[in-house]
């Protein structure tokens, strides 16, 4: 098997490393000793931070990138026809996927807190690792976002604690070595992947299976399917949320006029702490119980957890308030499939805005066509719904989906949908119907963040 020791200071190429999760890695190879080059379809920010650290970054995929290379990394989405993965093949460089890697950067850590789930892994994770670091546990961290606390994606860290994200599309986190799995919850996506729920449910049942004898698993104890995951567990098993059955429990919440929530923790009815939100909406409570759950039961201080859940400012692209145009508050959230996107228009009503205008952008065909009818009315508690075109990602355009028939659809579920194809046609739209104290929501895991950046950089709209 290949190891990535084996390739220290050696030249190691990675495919996609702009990407949320590949960019950290990048950055830990690049504080280790590697030497990295990389390739990406598109120009970021994440690309412009590597290249600022003096790493070589390809516009496009082309066969010669990987000259030199000893070995190439990719991500599950990178397909095996892929140019650069091809000429790695032909000429005999190994390869090694993206999961892979994270596992073996795992090892000599003496605790692997791995966090699993449909939704809310970046936040919970970033909860995780602010709190173990501020109560002293130096944990090294690799997280599907940034986060100013570690001073992006990535922490190099101590042996004692790894802290990472461990994402169930194509399977990646049975490459992964927990001895704290944590499960926030099991749903429908990557069903291009799983064909349906049950086969999902039984990923993350792999994925507890890897558990050691002596580890811990930690899960929403409102989730039947976790549930039934963890009846067959023989080791340690806590689970978090409202009900009464849970071990780790909210009580006494509070919602703030912000929509930010206050409450007390209680693990098996005896109160361990106070937490005062500066993030909202019920997802964030939700995240911040299950955060402090995994490192209480990793040996942090209950109140040192505490006083880092009240600091924690959110991780960027998660409902994160981007700036203030014509006396619009404009905020992004990375939301990227129904449920998600729900809970983002929900924070955002929670703000008390005159009007909300979702602007949603659809991510790959696969998920739009699977998910199609869960679109339709997961921005009904906004005013107003705009949808860009489908960003494609990894896809291929089929033919038979586009954003058009989402629109169609959400007019007839009696929603004020707009299809605003380009960035272009979204701004001139929102700037010729919004109004001061609306707010604006943009999301989706491609590339939309750009359109809060674009529109802040041309500022309020110029009057005659």
């Given amino acids: 098997m290949t190891d990535i020791l084996d390739y220290k200071n050696k030249h190691v190429h990675m495919i996609g490393i702009g990407g949320s999760s590949m960019s950290g890695l990048a950055e830990m190879l690049l504080a280790q000793g590697y030497r990295l080059t990389g390739s990406d ?29 000893d070995l190439v990394i990719f991500s ?3 397909l095996p026809d892929n140019p650069e993965r091809t000429a790695a093949r032909e000429n005999g460089i190994p390869e090694m996927e993206r999961s892979v890697l994270l596992g073996q ?42 986060l100013d606390a570690i001073g992006g994606g990535f922490r190099v860290g101590g042996d004692r604690v790894f802290v990472a994200e461990a994402c169930e599309y194509h399977s990646s986190f049975l490459q992964m070595h927990p001895t704290l799995a944590v499960v926030m919850n099991i749903d429908k996506d990557h069903l291009d992947y799983y064909g349906d729920i049950e086969h999902i449910e039984k990923a993350f049942g792999d994925f507890l299976s890897l558990l050691p004898k002596d580890g811990k698993a930690l899960g929403w104890g409102e989730d039947p399917r976790i549930l039934r995951l963890f009846s067959a567990l023989t080791c340690e098993k ?5 009900g009464e059955d849970c071990d780790y429990r909210f009580i006494h919440p509070v919602t703030g006029p912000t929509g930010c929530d206050s409450f007390d923790i209680a693990y098996h009815g005896t109160v361990l702490g106070h937490v005062d939100l500066k993030v909202v909406g019920d997802n964030n409570r939700l ?10 039961m990793s040996g942090a201080d209950p109140k040192e957890i505490c006083a880092s859940l009240s600091s924690f400012a959110g991780a960027h692209r998660r409902f994160e308030y981007t700036g203030t145009i014509d006396g619009v508050r404009m905020y992004h959230d990375y939301g990227h499939n129904p449920v998600e996107m729900r809970s983002a ?12 205008w979702a602007v949603m952008q659809p991510h790959t065909y696969s998920r739009v066509i699977t998910l199609f009818d869960d679109y339709l009315d997961c921005t009904q508690a906004a005013q107003h719904t705009l949808v860009t ?35 272009e046609d979204t701004e001139a739209y929102l700037r010729a119907h919004w109004q001061p104290g609306d707010l604006v929501i943009t ?13 802040q950089r041309h500022g309020d709209t110029p009057r005659p």
């Avoid at 995240?287 to 759950?293: I, K, Q, R, V, Y």
């Avoid at 999301?443 to 529109?455: A, K, R, V």
């Fill in 41 to 69: 379809n598109a120009h970021s920010h994440a690309v412009e931070r590597l290249e600022s650290k003096g790493v070589k970054v390809f516009l496009g995929h082309r066969a010669e990138n990987i000259s030199g290379a």
């Fill in 76 to 78: 599950a989405a990178i």
């Fill in 105 to 146: 950067l795992m090892r000599g850590h003496r605790e692997s807190i791995c966090v699993s789930g449909a939704h809310g892994k970046t936040t919970t994770c970033s909860m995780i690792a602010q709190a173990l670091l501020e109560c002293g546990m130096d944990p090294a961290v690799s997280i599907g976002g940034r």
């Fill in 238 to 242: 806590r689970t978090f949320g409202e």
């Fill in 287 to 296: 995240d911040a119980l299950a955060a402090f759950a995994a490192c209480h």
């Fill in 345 to 356: 228009v929900a924070a955002a009503v929670a703000q008390h805005p005159h009007e909300v």
């Fill in 389 to 423: 075109d489908i960003f494609a990602a990894r896809e291929k355009d089929p033919g038979t989906i586009h954003s058009g028939m989402l629109v169609d659809g959400m007019r007839q579920k009696g929603l004020d949908a707009v299809l605003t194809k380009t960035f």
């Fill in 443 to 455: 999301m989706g895991c491609g590339d939309i963040n750009l359109l809060n950046e674009i529109m």
